[in-house]
């Protein structure tokens, strides 16, 4: 088992920052690949970006060069820099950890960005 606390949420104008965090507790060994994901309104989740145990990463393109990816092993966190935020990135995001046979889930925080 492994829960995920998030945290960092918030509203912000366009052209902003925000970091969120991802704080894992439990069987922090099995998680393969860390991820944050976001829903907006009337639409599917998305991959936002995500991070392996190797520290490979991968982005959605729409948020290439303005959202950053990032861990740290000694406290057991994640982290999603997004910086240049807009109205279009508004949603509820939501951290993951992928320990291959299952797929844990934070309980969400909303970013709302407005214009």
């Known amino acids: 088992q492994v829960q995920l606390v998030e945290s960092g949420g918030g509203l912000v104008q366009a052209g902003g920052s925000l970091r969120l965090s991802c704080a894992a507790s439990?069987?922090?060994?099995?998680?393969?690949?860390m991820g944050w994901y976001r829903q907006a309104p009337g639409k599917q989740r998305e991959l936002v970006a995500s991070i392996t145990s190797g520290s490979s990463t991968d982005y959605a393109d729409s948020v290439k060069g303005r959202f950053t990816i990032s861990r740290d092993d000694f406290t057991n966190t994640w982290y999603l820099q997004m910086n240049s935020l807009k109205p279009e990135d508004t949603g509820v995001y939501s951290c993951?950890?992928?320990?291959?046979?299952?797929?844990?889930w934070g309980q969400g925080t909303q970013v709302t960005v407005s214009s």
């Open positions: 993951s950890a992928d320990c291959g046979l299952s797929v844990y």
């Open positions: 439990g069987s922090i060994f099995s998680i393969n690949v």
